[in-house]
């Protein structure tokens, strides 16, 4: 028997459960399945989630790494909390940083990098925002379509450093959106168009202003839950400028 090849066999299989536990946990948690601060013991996601204890641990560890998780020594995993003063900084940081991945993708824009904007705008526009079947709930492959749009729009800024932290922000970001489940009339769609139609020209002032005034409006639609803001549609101009963006 070959006990190297078996070890090494062994050693794949874990990975690919704790990179499964990590998928499906990370969707749930972005989701807002859980309640913030709620403790995440070993015992119960590997119940939950139909795993074992190494995998679950490994992909518990990943997810603390990205910001998802929070760790106490010796006391194990909680789920992060979510407040107004943390939403507005994560959505100052996000501006700050997108801001410069725009610009140096507009700068360094190609045929290519055009391309893919315009096909990911393209997909975006024609899925749609909620589930037929529950109009409550958003559309994981609108969801996941929108996700690829705005990377395609910072796509060419050359430095996947830019590009991971912008990942990372855009995760903690999609948390607060989903947690919200709040319903506004909005132009989404006619949004990412403006964002995409003045990058693809050129226009680095014009597309910037876009795509953070996309982001401020989002942020201010979720404050509703925190009680920042009574009506999200009525008070989202004030609430931008409390956010100092």
Same mark, same amino acid.
Not at 133 to 160: M, T, V, Y
């Given at each position: 028997?070959?006990?190297?090849?078996?070890?090494?066999?062994?050693?794949?299989?874990?990975?690919?459960?704790?990179?499964?536990?990590?998928?499906?946990?990370?969707?749930?948690?972005?989701? !807002?399945?859980? =309640?913030?601060?709620?403790?995440?013991?070993?015992? &119960?996601?590997?119940?939950?989630?139909?795993?074992?204890?190494?995998?679950?641990?490994?992909?518990?560890? #990943?997810?603390?790494? =990205? !910001?998802?998780?929070? @760790?106490?020594?010796?006391? %194990?995993?909680? *789920?992060?909390?979510?407040?107004?003063?943390?939403?507005?900084?994560?959505?100052?940081?996000?501006? &700050?940083?997108?801001?410069?991945?725009?610009?140096?993708?507009?700068?360094?824009?190609?045929?290519? &990098?055009?391309?893919?904007?315009?096909?990911?705008?393209? @997909?975006?526009?024609?899925?749609?925002?909620?589930?037929?079947?529950?109009?409550?709930?958003?559309?994981?492959?609108?969801?996941?379509?929108?996700?690829?749009?705005?990377?395609?729009?910072?796509?060419?800024? @050359?430095?996947? &450093?830019?590009?991971?932290?912008?990942?990372? /922000?855009?995760?903690?970001?999609?948390?607060? #959106?989903? *947690?919200?489940?709040?319903?506004?009339?909005?132009?989404?769609? %006619?949004?990412?168009?403006?964002?995409?139609?003045? +990058?693809?020209?050129?226009?680095?002032?014009? +597309?910037?202003?876009?795509?953070?005034?996309?982001? @401020? /409006?989002?942020?201010?639609?979720?404050?509703?839950?925190?009680?920042? *803001?009574?009506?999200? #549609?009525?008070?989202?101009?004030?609430?931008?400028?409390?956010?100092?963006?």
């Amino acid at each position: 028997m070959n006990y190297e090849s078996a070890d090494m066999s062994e050693g794949a299989a874990k990975s690919t459960l704790a990179t499964t536990v990590y998928q499906q946990l990370r969707d749930d948690l972005l989701r !807002g399945v859980y =309640e913030s601060q709620s403790k995440l013991r070993v015992e &119960w996601v590997v119940s939950r989630y139909g795993a074992g204890t190494s995998p679950v641990r490994e992909a518990l560890n #990943r997810l603390a790494s =990205e !910001g998802l998780l929070g @760790r106490h020594d010796q006391r %194990g995993f909680f *789920i992060m909390p979510v407040s107004a003063e943390e939403l507005e900084e994560l959505t100052r940081t996000r501006c &700050w940083l997108e801001e410069l991945a725009l610009r140096e993708s507009i700068v360094n824009r190609t045929g290519e &990098w055009e391309e893919q904007l315009v096909l990911a705008l393209h @997909r975006l526009a024609r899925a749609q925002r909620r589930l037929p079947q529950d109009p409550s709930s958003n559309n994981p492959e609108w969801e996941k379509l929108h996700r690829a749009f705005h990377r395609a729009l910072i796509g060419g800024c @050359r430095s996947h &450093w830019l590009s991971d932290f912008c990942d990372q /922000l855009s995760d903690q970001a999609s948390r607060y #959106r989903l *947690i919200s489940r709040g319903d506004c009339e909005r132009d989404e769609i %006619g949004e990412h168009r403006l964002i995409a139609e003045r +990058a693809v020209d050129g226009d680095a002032e014009g +597309a910037v202003e876009a795509l953070l005034n996309h982001y @401020r /409006l989002t942020a201010a639609l979720c404050m509703e839950r925190f009680e920042v *803001i009574r009506d999200p #549609r009525a008070s989202a101009a004030k609430q931008l400028n409390s956010l100092g963006l």
